[in-house]
Every structure is written in structure tokens, then in C-alpha cells.
């Protein structure tokens, strides 16, 4: 073969190629659905980066090309300035129209809430976080009694969310994760679930790690079964409450304050408090429903944060002269 017929056959090759990328760009920067079509709600969490989020909107039948989807973000720039949130997205959308829509701002808020907050907290997160229609004294009166199912999670609520529709996203979580999703271990478990969740409530405020919760669980699951007091300290932060010189609802108990008249001292009462002291997430509440078997009955944290257990107080006084003094 010529050299001038090989040099025709590479163009020829190049342009079928070029034609061939140009028809895929193309076919794949189209809309999926040509003409009008219901939009559907997409969210996007905090931090989901671009291959995900272009991933899963090729799952919904957003997009043609989860690749188009890329390139065409990368292509205008838009990779950090796409944003968390809930967008009504359309399939007769075009990849370039659906990235620009999902860096405009949205109408919804993604709330956390962290393991071991209590309902006055939760209110005021969303008193901080501005939802207009969101009545912290309603949220507080439909919540009595119900502390400890409040689940902790990140959620997306719409700005104008009222007290009632927070409150029940809250409890139909709890019932979701914790009722159904930890049936099995609520069945298994030797202690009934309300017990449980007012220990839980406590392991979250006293323990940090799976780990470390199961032991903090089982050393005040035995301090119950032998009848002595748990004297946990956590539970003295919530008789006392909000302190408005540290603006803080867990300010850390003094020696006085072991003295406070409440149903919620457990230096001063035996047994568990009448009802959960904070909202637990579900590691601690696993924790509590399958302890670690322990003969410790003390437990204390050091400077650094570090847990020290000692099974009699002659081992706990030598933990507190050792760590603490």
C-alpha cells in the first residue's frame, strides 16, 4: 500500500473517530426524556462528591451519561460550587441545565443531630438554623415524655418545617432504626427496651466507642443488679440543667451538686433514673442491650480523655490519685 493511500486511511480512520466522539457527545448531552416529564426530588448530602452525585443521577434516569454528567461540570467549572440540598430535577433536562440547577440555592437545610443532645437542644439547633415556621415552646410540648426518641441522625427539613413535622420525623426514625432495625437485638437482649434506653441515654453521655460503651454498660448494668447507686455523672448534668453562666446544658457537675434533690441523682438514688437523660444513637443503645460481662464496678476518664476501670474502690481510689490528682 501507498504511503498516500495509508495517509487517507489514517484521516479517514480520524474522522470516522471524530465523528464518532462528536455523535456520543452529543447523543449523551441530551435530555433523557425529550419534550416535557415530571420532575423528580433529588438530594444531595453535605460533602458527596461529583463522580457519586453524577452516578446516582444517572440511577434516577436523570442523565444519559454519568461521564457526560462529569465532563460537563468539570467543563464549566462547577465542581465546587455544587450544593447540598433538595432539588426538583426533570429528566427533559439537559446534563449542562441539571448541573447549573444543582449549584443554585435550595429551600431545604440539612439539620444534624448529634448523639446524646437532649430536647431542649434539638429546639434550640433549629432556632439557631432559622426555620421561620418552627415553634421551639410546640416542638417541647409535643416532645414531653419522649426523650430518648428523638433519633439522633442528619436530616433534611425544608425551611418552612413546623414543630409537628420535626417532632415526627424524629420519632418515625427512631421507630425505623431502632424499633424495627434492632428488633432482633431487643428480643435477644435480657433487659426490656425502655430500661434500656434510659441506660443507653447515659452510656452516650458517660462513654465514647462501641467498645468502650459495651464495658461503661455492663459495669452499670451490675452496679443495678447488686443494688448499689450508679453515681454517674451525666444524670447530675441534667437535673441541673442549663447553666447561663456557661451557656451549656452539660456543665460538669460539682461535689455540691451530688447533694441536688431530684429523682435524677443517682448518687443520692439507686437504680436507673425515671426516664432517659438524652437522646442516644444506636451504638449506644446496641451497647446496652448486649454489655460487655465485667466484674469492674468503677470507671473513670482521665486528663487526655483515657477510660481506667477498677473493680472495688481500693482499685478506684489508686485510679483516681494515678490519673485525676
Known amino acids: 500500500m501507498s504511503l498516500k493511500k495509508n495517509i487517507i486511511l489514517v ?13 456520543y457527545l452529543y447523543l449523551f448531552s441530551q435530555p433523557v426524556t425529550a419534550g416535557v416529564a415530571d420532575k423528580i426530588q433529588f438530594a444531595i448530602p453535605r460533602g458527596q462528591a461529583v463522580s457519586v452525585i453524577a452516578s446516582r443521577l444517572k440511577e434516577a434516569g436523570l442523565i444519559k451519561s454519568s461521564l457526560m454528567f462529569r465532563l460537563t461540570v ?11 440540598g ?9 446534563p449542562a441545565e441539571i448541573a447549573f ?11 444534624t443531630i448529634p448523639e446524646g443532645w437532649r430536647r431542649e437542644e434539638i429546639a434550640d439547633s433549629f432556632i439557631n438554623q432559622d426555620f421561620t415556621a418552627f415553634d421551639s415552646k410546640e416542638f417541647l410540648n409535643l416532645s414531653i415524655g419522649q426523650e430518648g426518641r428523638l433519633f439522633p441522625d442528619t436530616y433534611l427539613f425544608s425551611r418552612e418545617s413546623t414543630a409537628q413535622l420535626v417532632y415526627k420525623t424524629l420519632v418515625n426514625n427512631f421507630e425505623k432504626k431502632v424499633i424495627v432495625g434492632l428488633a432482633k437485638e431487643i428480643d435477644q437482649s435480657i433487659y426490656d427496651l425502655e430500661e434500656a434506653l434510659v441506660m443507653a441515654s447515659i452510656v452516650e453521655r458517660e462513654a465514647r466507642g462501641f467498645e468502650e460503651m459495651r464495658h461503661v454498660a455492663g459495669v452499670l448494668w451490675k452496679r443495678i443488679e447488686i ?14 440543667g442549663y447553666s447561663a453562666l456557661t451557656q451549656s446544658w452539660w456543665e460538669p457537675p460539682s461535689a455540691a451538686d451530688k447533694k441536688i434533690v431530684s429523682p435524677f441523682n443517682t ?11 438524652a437522646n442516644p444513637g444506636l451504638e449506644s443503645i446496641k451497647a446496652t442491650l448486649n454489655p460487655l460481662k465485667t466484674n469492674d464496678l468503677f470507671y473513670l476518664h482521665d486528663r487526655s480523655g483515657g477510660i481506667h476501670y477498677a473493680q472495688n474502690l481500693e482499685e478506684h481510689t489508686a485510679n483516681v490519685q494515678r490519673y485525676l490528682r
Not at 448499689?228 to 448534668?237: F, R
Not at 448518687?267 to 437523660?277: D, E, H, Q, R, S
Open 74 to 84: 468539570k467543563q464549566q467549572g462547577l465542581g465546587t460550587k455544587l450544593q447540598s
Open 227 to 240: 443494688g448499689m447507686a450508679l453515681q454517674a455523672d451525666a444524670t447530675l448534668q441534667y437535673a441541673k
Open 11 to 23: 484521516l479517514t480512520m480520524f474522522l470516522v473517530l471524530i465523528v464518532g466522539l462528536g455523535g
Open 101 to 111: 440547577k444543582l449549584t443554585q440555592g435550595t429551600n431545604d437545610i440539612w439539620v
Open 86 to 94: 433538595s432539588f426538583q430535577i426533570s429528566p427533559a433536562m439537559t
Open 267 to 277: 448518687y443520692l438514688n439507686p437504680g436507673l433514673p425515671p426516664k432517659p437523660i
